[in-house]
């Protein structure tokens, strides 16, 4: 099932900025035409103060509040519109619905379409586009639901230095990132594992500009997908960014869109053995929108499909090692906390 709300073009940035009102445009008519198809939309509610309250800062969350009905700018890359705030609510909130559906069992899997994205908030600081961590958010709501584990996957371009951050002490929320490194936002090296009894938990696999498809799949498979199979999460959230997307004019990869399927369907198989197949992704960047819109549908038709396909991996014909680089330096970081 699809959570999304129609509101999230009144979300304006200043033009030119890559998170632009477009984007509505293009997740509005990839959630029409899953509509069409029979499949289940419904609008989300705004998140509460409580909900928000778990991850974010009580004097941050009075500060974003006041942004509602006011045009401005909260970092150099970070703007409101008056109606900002509400989308904002409405972001973090379509995550909350996602994970209640699937955690009360009335769905299996669901895709929040969101506007802003929330990796980059942090705690106390608006970030790269983010005001609340709609991901962090969700998570701290099944764990507050009674899940006892929570893995996050991010396959977004950049480091979600927000999530990582947040979660960074705690064992009971594993965050697994695939990133462009070194880029933006700084953060993201694989010798971040998390601290206190955190240590291990946080599983970050810095990938050099360039990586193709294969690079993916070598390191879903040997670091990604193994690294969920042990933790054995009861629920797997998914920072469903498109901005690695070959076309992506922000990011320097070149995963093709059939990729994003087969990251999604390869999570889904760990689901499917771990946690009742419950699964849930959000959206984060992407700011191709022709790259936006076939990601999207193809990530949403590999939550939706009857049973779990193996994933069929698309092979680029490209070489590189940037994997396999990848790949040593995790293992190298992560020896003491997984088998690799
Ligand atoms: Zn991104």
């Known amino acids: 099932m699809l959570i999304h709300t129609d509101?999230?073009?009144?979300?304006?940035?200043?033009?030119?900025?890559?998170?632009?009102?477009?984007?509505?445009?293009?997740?509005?008519?990839?959630?029409?035409?899953?509509?069409?198809?029979?499949?289940?939309?419904?609008?989300?509610?705004?998140?509460?103060?409580?909900?928000?309250?778990?991850?974010?800062?009580?004097?941050?969350?009075?500060?974003?509040?006041?942004?509602?009905?006011?045009?401005?700018?909260?970092?150099?890359?970070?703007?409101?519109?008056?109606?900002?705030?509400?989308v904002a609510l409405l972001a973090a909130g379509a995550a909350v619905d996602a994970v209640e559906r699937v955690m009360g069992d009335s769905h299996k899997a669901a895709v929040a379409l969101v506007r802003p994205p929330g990796h980059h908030a942090e705690r106390d600081r608006a970030m790269g586009f983010c005001l609340y961590n709609n991901v962090a958010v969700a998570a701290a709501h099944a764990r507050a639901q009674g899940a006892a584990k929570v893995a996050i996957v991010d396959y977004d371009v950049h480091h979600g230095n927000g999530t990582q951050h947040i979660f960074e002490t705690d064992p009971h929320v594993l965050y697994v990132s695939t990133h462009q490194y070194p880029y933006y936002p700084g953060t993201g090296a694989a010798e971040e594992t998390g601290s206190g009894a955190g240590r291990g938990f946080t599983v970050n696999v810095p990938l050099e500009v360039g990586a193709v498809d294969e690079d993916y799949q070598l390191v879903f498979a040997k670091v990604v997908l193994p690294v969920l199979r042990q933790f054995e999460p009861d629920l797997i959230i998914v920072s469903a960014g498109f901005d690695a997307h070959e076309r992506d004019p922000l990011g320097g990869m070149r995963l093709s869109t059939e990729a994003f399927a087969a990251m999604t369907l390869d999570v889904r198989a760990v689901a499917e053995d771990c946690c009742r197949g419950r699964i849930v992704s959000v959206t984060e960047g992407g700011y191709d929108l022709q790259a936006l819109a076939a990601s999207l549908n193809?990530?949403?038709?590999?939550?939706?499909?009857?049973?779990?396909?193996?994933?069929?991996?698309?092979?680029?014909?490209l070489t590189s090692q940037r994997g396999q680089h990848a790949l040593e330096v995790v293992r190298q970081a992560h020896r003491q906390f997984w088998t690799l």
Do not use: C, N
């Not at 939706?304 to 698309?314: I, N, T």
């Open 7 to 86: 509101r999230f073009a009144e979300h304006q940035t200043p033009p030119g900025h890559p998170e632009r009102p477009e984007r509505a445009e293009v997740m509005d008519a990839v959630a029409a035409r899953w509509r069409e198809r029979g499949l289940e939309i419904v609008a989300p509610r705004e998140a509460t103060r409580e909900q928000l309250a778990r991850v974010h800062g009580t004097e941050y969350l009075r500060r974003i509040s006041e942004t509602a009905g006011k045009s401005s700018q909260l970092d150099p890359d970070t703007y409101t519109s008056p109606e900002s705030h509400e």
């Open 298 to 317: 193809v990530v949403i038709e590999a939550h939706g499909s009857p049973a779990s396909p193996a994933a069929s991996w698309p092979s680029s014909g």
